[in-house]
């Protein structure tokens, strides 16, 4: 069998594309189904050997009033039963946010591969003011922030969408910076402190922007380096939104009022500050629930990022 760092883009994007292909071909109980390849593998931030392999399954089927009340629980055992009797699907413990599995398949030279991968399920709102209203609605009606944490999973479709309007150089500088994450916390250890990838994304992309308005000195690694430092540094009086997408007075049940804020540009509700640092070893409890906000470890590591090296110079 291929190790994980033989594992290709290819590989993780034709296992995706079985996958969605088996989702919404065959009956599994949930009607409407809509198929999104999430996380780092829909990004196109993939890091090589070590993919996010992330599908989203949106149904209309998936009553969003029953999901803030009792979660997933119903949506997620037809899914189970479903990818359960296919015979390239091994199943792992079941999770509250997802059903994770490893699943095997064949590259080009007929080696036999076994990717890691979760399938998330959502209501499906086709543009994100009706989720954000939905949202509002319900924390004026007394919602805790877990219950409307559940539906951050509904915001990847345009999370996809934002990363994908980044530029390239962009999209290197945090590839480098999820291969330098993935060192300092490996897979198979405590990931207790590591910072989620839609964070380090989110972080980069800030630090890229401000040092692309800087013109002296130094290069565009540098200065993102440096600039990223910063910012984890000064975690505490973080303030990163993007006005292009909602404004501090938009939103004002759901728009951290107070900082330290980093809003999620897919989802006012998302402070990613508080969520998207993990809180909790990965062998008990599933990546996608809520993080602990706290940032000591990704402090204590941040002075050895250095978004000039390749990302094999970072592996190395």
Known sequence: MARNKDITFDDAMRVVDELAREIKHHRHGLSRVQVLKAGSLGQYTAIPGNFDVDLVVYSESVDPDTVLNEGYTMPLHKLRSFLGGLWRVQLQPPLKMSVSMKYKTFDQQDRELSIDVDVLVSPNWENPADLYNYLQAAKRNGATSNQIFRFSVNASKWQVEFIEKQDDKAKELIRRAKAWRNKEWPEGTDLTGRPK?????????????????????????????????????????????????????????????????????????????????????????????????????LVGKIESVDLTKTIEQIQA
């Open 197 to 297: 990838s839609y964070l380090v994304s989110i972080l980069v992309l800030k630090a890229y922007e401000l040092a692309s308005k800087q013109h002296y000195g130094r290069t565009i690694e540098q200065r993102t380096t440096a600039l990223l430092k910063q910012l984890v540094k000064s975690h505490l009086r973080a303030d990163i939104y993007w006005v292009d997408y909602y404004k501090p007075g938009d939103y004002p049940d759901l728009f951290p009022a107070t900082l330290p804020r980093i809003v999620d540009p897919a989802n006012p509700a998302n402070n990613l500050h508080n969520t998207g640092i993990i809180g909790y070893s990965r062998t008990s409890h599933s990546y996608y629930e809520q993080g602990d906000g706290n940032w000591t470890q």
